[in-house]
Each structure stands twice: as C-alpha cells, then as structure tokens.
C-alpha cells in the first residue's frame, strides 16, 4: 500500500508526541513493506519542500504565519493548501491517514484525499476530540472534566472564559443565538470573534459531522473519549480504539523492589513540555508546599523552543526559587529518555486537559517506574489508583502534594508496592499492527 501520513507540524520543527508517533509509525508501516509518505504544513517557509526524516520521504507545504479567522476557522481552504490537494492528486495514494487537525490541515484536506478515492483514516490526538471542544482541554471552566457533549452555549460560554471574560459575562454573551452570532462573523477584531462565538461552535458541530461523513475510520485513544464522540452523535460503526504505545526498542526493565527497594529522598520526574495545560505549575505548588523535612526531590525536564515554553520554565524556576528540592534538567532524546525515565522513583503526569497518553507515562511503565497522575485522558486508563500508581483531580495541587508527602514518607507502601504492579507496556508494534487492520 501507499500511504501517506498528514500531521499538523513534523520533524525537525517540532519534536513533540504526535510526531513521534507518526515517526514510530511510520517506520513500522515501511518495515512491513509499505510505501509511507508524511505531509505537513509549513508557515515558516513560503515555498514547498521535500526531504528525508528517518528515511521517509516528508513533503511540506506553505501556509501562511498570519491567517485569517476564516482560515483558522475553516471556511476558506487556508492560502498554499491547495499545494497539497494537487500533491495528493498526484500522488495517488491508497490510504490517508490525518493526524489532528490544525489551520492548514482540516476538513478542506479531508476532502482533497477522498477525493483520490484513498481509504481516509483520521486519529485524534487533541482534547478536542475534532471539532467537539473549541477550547481543546475537555475542561469545563478550565477546571474540572466536562461532560463531553458540545452545546452551543455551554462551549461557546467555557471559550469566552478562557479568552479572558469573566465566567457571568461569558455566560451572558455565549447564549446569543448562532442565527445572531452568524451576522457578526464580519466585525473586525475580538468583538467579532466574541459576539460570534455561538455560531462558530455550531459550526464545529457541522464540521464534526461533515468529518465523520467522510472518513472511513475515526480513530481514538482513550475509551473515555470514544464514549464522547458517540456522546456527539458520531457513528459507533466508523470508530475504533487504538491506545498508544511507546516506540523504543530493545526496553530493558531496571531491577524491581526486591533487588533494588527505593530510598529517600524520593526523585520524582516531570519529562515534557513545559506548557500549563501540562499541570506543571501544580507540581511546582505541590512539592514546596511541604514542609522542608519531606525527603523528597522533583526534576523538571523539557525542551524550551519559544517565547511561550520560556515563560513558564521561568515562572516555575520563580515558584521553586527557595525550595533546593526542585531542579531543571535539560531536555533529552527519544533515545536518552528511558535511561533517564529509569533513573526517577516516580513520574509525575498532572496534566489538566484531555490526553491520549502521554507516551512518556506508558514508557516509563516499560521501565519499571510508576506513575502518579491526574484523573482524566490516557493516564486515569493507564494507572489504577493505589494499586499501579496514584490519580488526583486534575487541577488540585493540594491533593497532588498529599500524594507526593505520602510516597515520599512511605516508599515501601507506595512506590514499591506499584513497582510490582505496573502492567506491560503497549508498544508501536502493535499500534501498526492495528492500523494496518483498519488500513486493509
């Protein structure tokens, strides 16, 4: 088969989870003597490109750094998308296989490649399941896991105060009708996008749809989010599950409680991006909220590429200016993390939004290391709460230090006793194995 794998950002750029697992997966599918491509959007280069990551050919195309709302809206085919419809035109493939959906990469795209007459195949790997959630979390208010079921005034109102409205306010100017909101999507600047608010998550309801219409297969990572696009009225018969799993090859587990029990102080890691909806700020919280004779010491390890990821590495080093128990390491390689995955008692995952995973967790179960994380996404279906690891609410930094006082004050009863729990861990093989399924 030939097979083209579309990803919103791709190597060198951007390094993160998804990419990884269109690599991991890529190399699989070639290993198993298919023809792959990987195809990407580009606002950093305004003319298209074709190179090689990992021996796969990548074709990338241009997209504007500065769209328009229509563009990231979708009511326009995004200007340099077109590229892309002509290249999957000509390349002819037998399946396309979306990876998100991101400006540049929607449902514009989703009927250029059916219009190949490809097999179209999308997963989902963002809090919005599609286009269900507008703010992208699955967090109503920001604060605790929403139902899942988008309604106009419910999502546009949770939008408006995540954009900066006081959660009255948002409530008052999400409940104006769609039809009304439709009349204001011409107002320039943030009135327009506020007073329209309605109509645009009616329209991501359309959106929704009109996607599930066209793919053959709409792939999810988690049960709790398949659960949520039926929820939306998506067809059970085009959903199928298919949970992550960790790329590395050749994982060798380090030696379990009996050989080598855990000692204070506990080393508990954060590897990933520093970014808020990581929960990385509740961690930060939670550790130098205990008191100082807690024997217990956190690292935070990721990589810092932007203006962004700069503000919070500096806000967190301000929240633990005084606490000699948090350090910052710098980030590693898909090649060094297991070793460094190895090296932590725990790996803390706080996340406060909708996650597949994140691989890291599942990787660090291939190594012998618990994890402790919040109780929503991939992680709430990987960790069994007090018998593989630990689950606090997502967001309740208070809980998050309770549970960090208690591992650290007692290793034996915890972090031992989940180290002989851990489950085996998924791998990309199999991930492969099931696409290749849903492929055929």
């Not at 409680?257 to 954060?270: A, I, K, N, S």
């Not at 406060?352 to 919040?374: D, R, S």
Request: include cysteine; charge should be positive.
């Amino acid at each position: 088969m030939k097979i083209v794998q579309a990803v919103g950002w791709y190597y060198p750029e951007r390094p993160g989870g998804t990419e990884v697992y269109v690599a991991g997966l890529s190399r699989r599918l070639r290993a198993a003597g298919h023809e792959v491509l990987v195809a990407a959007p580009d606002p950093a280069d305004g003319r298209e490109r074709v190179y090689k990551h990992d021996g796969v050919p990548v074709y990338r195309y241009p997209i504007p750094a500065k769209p328009t709302r229509a563009e990231c809206q979708g009511q326009v085919v995004v200007r340099g998308a077109e590229l892309f419809h002509s290249w999957l035109a000509i390349q002819r493939p037998d399946v396309v296989h979306m990876h998100t959906f991101v400006t540049g990469l929607g449902l514009t795209e989703l009927r250029a490649a059916k219009a190949t007459g490809a097999r179209v195949v999308v997963t989902t790997h963002a809090g919005s399941l599609g286009w269900v959630c507008q703010r992208g979390t699955m967090m109503r208010w920001g604060e605790h896991l929403c139902d899942g079921v988008c309604v106009p005034a419910k999502c546009a109102a949770c939008e408006l105060q995540h954009r900066g409205l006081t959660r009255s306010l948002a409530r008052i100017v999400g409940a104006i009708p769609p039809t009304l909101g439709r009349a204001a999507r011409g107002l320039p600047g943030k009135v327009g996008t506020v007073i329209a608010m309605g109509d645009l998550i009616a329209r991501n309801r359309e959106m929704q749809l009109e996607m599930l219409a066209t793919v053959d297969t709409f792939v999810l990572l988690t049960r709790w989010a398949l659960e949520a696009v039926i929820a939306n009225g998506a067809p059970r018969s085009k959903l199928v599950l298919n949970r992550l799993g960790q790329s590395q090859e050749n994982v060798t587990r380090k030696p379990g409680p009996e050989d080598r029990p855990t000692v204070p102080p506990v080393v508990v890691g954060y590897l990933g991006r520093f970014d808020t909806i990581k929960g990385v700020y509740d961690l930060a919280r939670a550790v130098t909220s205990l008191p100082p004779d807690v024997p217990i010491r956190v690292e935070f390890r990721g990589p810092v590429r932007d203006r962004v990821e700069r503000g919070v590495e500096h806000d967190l080093r301000a929240l633990a200016a005084n606490d000699p128990r948090v350090t910052f390491a710098p980030a590693v390689s898909e090649t060094e993390a297991l070793r460094v995955l190895a090296d932590y008692n725990v790996l803390c995952c706080p996340a406060v939004c909708l996650e597949g995973g994140p691989t890291v967790a599942i990787e660090a179960h291939a190594v012998g290391t618990p994890v402790i994380g919040t109780r929503i996404g991939g992680i709430a279906e990987l960790v069994t709460d007090g018998v593989n690891g630990r689950l606090v609410p997502p967001g309740d930094w208070r809980a998050l230090a309770g549970a960090l006082r208690n591992m650290a004050e007692n290793p034996a009863g915890t972090i031992d006793r989940w180290r002989l729990a851990l489950p085996p861990a998924r791998t990309m093989d199999q991930v492969a194995a099931d696409y290749l399924a849903v492929y055929a």
